[in-house]
């Protein structure tokens, strides 16, 4: 996600440094909102037994 945004934006649009950066921060939330969403749907009752049976 974040090498193809900061390809588009460096390149295509013509940002340059800037949107090389830009597409590291779009990964970066990118990849919080994942975890986030992971948390939240994990079964922590189905992990801790699933772990000690």
């Known amino acids: 996600m974040g090498i193809p945004?900061?390809?588009l934006l460096a390149f295509v649009f013509h940002i340059g440094g800037k949107?090389?950066?830009m597409?590291?921060?779009v990964a970066l939330f990118?990849?919080?909102l994942f975890l986030g969403?992971?948390?939240l749907?994990?079964?922590w009752e189905k992990e801790?037994?699933?772990f000690f049976s």
Request: glycine share 10%.
């Open 41 to 43: 749907f994990t079964d």
């Open 23 to 25: 597409g590291i921060i």
């Open 5 to 7: 945004t900061s390809i």
């Open 19 to 21: 949107g090389l950066w």
């Open 30 to 32: 990118v990849q919080a």
């Open 37 to 39: 969403i992971i948390i």
């Open 48 to 50: 801790v037994n699933c």
